[in-house]
């Protein structure tokens, strides 16, 4: 492949500098954010939410570090949306209270943007333009061209950004599907065209499936599987499971209940809301003739019936994960039931999943998932993919993004595979900054933390260490031990009070808390005896004594919070 640029570097001589901050998303799936700055103005390229996993206990999301584009509100011209994935645009809402710009993506895009903007009560902050494919739109100083792209998702774009130090080229979530269910298959020719006429610069390139070798399968072999599939269900009652965005795949499961007789309904407020927007956009078919709603269904029989669901990934409350633990007012499950769940576990799901289809097969229910059948291939592509989108491309400079960092490495080593040269391959993490020069380009480390803002209701902040908190509480319980203290007659108050949550079950835990009350009147009063002490003295002797015995006796170490009050301060 070639890598160095087809227009010579002169192009670019005395240009202005351009900086390319990536704010999240590079050392994680998820959080997708970057901006990109040049002649005093800055581009949003995506701004998604993470959702939180078993190491951030009682965290709503997970956000990218707003506070870089916060500090630079009055620059900000517009954010690409590339495509309406949550760790694309989750994070619109919360950027949007603080700063206002428009937001460009393709209609479906901005149908699911739109919604969740609404829920965040700023869309009156905001633009929504949209793009079609080929088009270009001029955002601040930036001519930015869209591209189909084939994904999970309808309507993804990537976007060739025209800056004053040459084009950079974002693949957006990519797989090269050539059978694409809705014929809108990847715009690889116009992007060998730019490479060829004008040269890419930089390119950023999905690593989610770099480890992976060959080539992901078309979202159109999922269709024949789930034709089979639907034949076999004779007289029984399916029930789909997939990603309420991921409509090709609603299509298809719909396009297979149709051809054995079956009417669709929908169940859960994010797939029939996307359904609806999917239809009325006209990316969705459904014959008005075959679509119910799901308080309808009961009147007919189990097998005229496919209803498409949310809760593939067992989400709490989702409408599967509902209806498995058998607490949906809409579906009861039985054996008359066929549950087919058409989407893998995410990494970190599985546990979950699992235990909700051992819950439907406890209930009766077949049970069919992808480890079982192909029913399922991922939105993207493997090393094949990613190789033929270089080829395209042929870029001057490569940073691989959306990614861990094994994902984000085994992308850098396919590019010097590919016959990139190692000091043209840059590996950036969140917080770094390519600055985009006539010479060269070059990285900057940490121009900013890259920090998780974790979201607590209306507090979002870094973790200033209440996650480790929570895990100790969540794993070992709390003791409080509560004191009040005569400072003028240098005694006790009142007896020592010691309650526990989270530590023993009470039969266990009452003589012990009599046992700590006595320690503690013995270990306080002894300190008072020996004349004046702070009341940080006390709350020391408090946690040891405490401490040390709910250590020695049970074998745990539950936090140990010291209430310390003093009469005659
Ligand atoms: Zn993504
Ligand atoms: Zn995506």
Redo the contacts with the bound molecule.
């Keep these: 492949m070639c890598w160095q640029a087809r227009a010579s570097d002169t192009t670019w001589a005395l240009a202005d500098n351009v900086k390319v901050t990536f704010l999240g998303g590079l050392g994680d ?1 998820g959080r ?1 954010c970057a901006t990109i700055e040049a002649q005093g103005s800055l581009l949003l390229l995506d701004c ?1 939410q993470m959702f939180p996993d078993e190491f951030h206990p009682g965290v709503e999301s997970i956000l990218p570090d707003l506070s870089y584009i916060k500090e630079r509100a009055d620059r900000v011209v517009g954010c690409i949306a590339t495509h309406g ?1 949550e ?2 645009i989750g994070a619109l809402g919360y950027l949007l209270r603080d700063v206002s710009f428009p937001v460009y993506g393709s209609r479906f895009t901005l149908g699911l943007a739109e919604r969740k903007v609404k829920e965040f009560g700023v869309l009156h902050r905001t633009r929504l333009i949209a793009v079609a494919d080929g088009e270009h739109h001029r955002i601040g100083p930036f001519d930015c061209e869209f591209i189909p792209v084939t994904h999970s998702v309808p309507g993804g774009v990537i976007t060739a950004i025209s800056t004053p130090q040459g084009k950079i080229l974002h693949s957006c ?1 990519f797989k090269l599907d050539l059978f694409p269910v809705d014929g809108r298959r990847t715009g690889l020719a116009r992007i060998g065209a730019i490479s060829s006429e004008a040269g890419i610069r930089l390119f950023l390139a999905d690593s989610t499936n770099a480890e992976m070798p060959g080539s992901s399968r078309s979202e159109s072999d999922i269709g024949g599987a789930l034709d089979r599939l639907f034949a076999a269900q004779n007289g029984r009652r399916i029930i789909t499971a997939c990603f309420a965005s991921h409509l090709h795949r609603v299509q298809q499961i719909v396009t297979a209940a149709l051809a054995c007789g079956r009417k669709v309904v929908t169940l859960g407020l994010s797939m029939k809301n996307n359904v609806a927007l999917g239809r009325q956009l006209g990316l969705l078919k459904i014959p008005e003739s075959s679509f119910m709603q799901i308080e309808e269904c009961d009147t007919l029989d189990p097998g005229e019936v496919c209803v498409i669901s949310t809760g593939s990934q067992a989400e709490p409350r989702s409408s599967l994960a509902t209806a498995a633990a058998g607490g949906s007012r809409w579906i009861r499950i039985d054996e008359n039931d066929t549950v087919v769940l058409s989407s893998n576990p995410i990494p970190g799901n599985e546990v979950r999943v699992s235990r909700m289809i051992n819950d439907l097969l406890n209930l009766g229910a077949r049970v069919i998932h992808p480890g079982e059948i192909d029913i399922h291939t991922s939105g993207h592509g493997r090393q094949n993919e990613l190789a033929t989108l270089h080829h395209a491309a042929a870029p001057e400079w490569f940073v691989p993004v ?1 990614g861990e960092l094994r994902h984000l490495r085994a992308h850098a080593a396919l590019a010097k595979r590919l016959g990139m040269p190692e000091s043209r391959v840059l590996l950036a993490r969140d917080g770094d900054q390519i600055v985009m020069e006539d010479a060269s380009l070059r990285l900057r480390p940490s121009v900013t933390t890259g920090d998780h803002l974790l979201v607590h209701g209306p507090f979002i902040a870094a973790d200033g260490g209440v996650l480790n908190e929570r895990a100790i509480i969540g794993e070992q319980g709390v003791v409080v031990a509560s004191v009040a203290v005569d400072l003028e007659g240098l005694c006790l108050a009142a007896d020592p009070l010691v309650v526990s949550r989270g530590w023993l079950d009470q039969p266990q835990a009452d003589d012990l808390m009599t046992e700590i009350a006595e320690d503690l009147t013995e270990a306080i009063s002894a300190k008072l005896a020996m004349g004046f002490v702070e009341l940080a003295e006390l709350r020391q002797v408090v946690r040891k004594t405490v401490g040390s015995l709910v250590n020695s006796r049970s074998g745990r170490r539950p936090a140990i919070l010291p209430l310390v009050t003093a009469l005659h301060e």
């Design positions: 799936i997708n998604g994935h760790d694309h979530d959306h």
